[in-house]
């Protein structure tokens, strides 16, 4: 199984950097497999704010996400995240909301997430961090 970070899906929304963009719609629609995790959904809603100087708006976003469910179905957390964010969080010094993001990986059964921002961390566990846009 596949997932994107919050980078991916802002990207695929990006008019600002067109060779980013058409690696992450190509990655949304056409990975196999992908999942799109519940914390990157609310993530990438929260973090879309820095795209409306190109005009993008809150509910361009949300109808953008809407979009991406169809490519991808929604991974709600389960209660064990909590405890592996929490490890990779205070035992390897990964960021807070990038153990979230890695927790939930590993929670959902996740072997590949696409993500530009996960310092440090090649392979965390079972999941696989690769940079699509290196």
């Known amino acids: 199984m596949n997932a994107v970070d919050t980078n991916v899906l802002i990207y695929a929304c990006d008019q600002a950097d067109v060779r980013r963009q058409r690696i992450a719609l190509d990655l949304i629609t056409t990975t196999p497999d992908c999942v799109l995790l519940w914390q990157v959904a609310c993530e990438f809603l929260a973090a879309s704010r820095k795209l409306s ?3 993008f708006s809150s509910s361009q976003a949300w ?7 169809g490519f991808m179905p929604l991974v709600p957390p389960t209660g064990g995240v909590l405890s592996r964010a929490r490890d990779l969080h205070l035992t390897r010094s990964v960021a807070f909301w990038d153990a979230l993001i890695l927790a939930a990986c590993a929670e959902a059964g ?3 997430l696409y993500s530009e921002d996960v310092p ?7 999941v696989r961090v690769v940079n699509p846009f290196a």
């Open 53 to 55: 100087k190109q005009g």
């Open 63 to 69: 109808e953008r996400l809407a979009e991406f469910r």
């Open 110 to 112: 996740v072997e590949t």
């Open 120 to 126: 440090g961390s090649n392979d965390i566990g079972s």
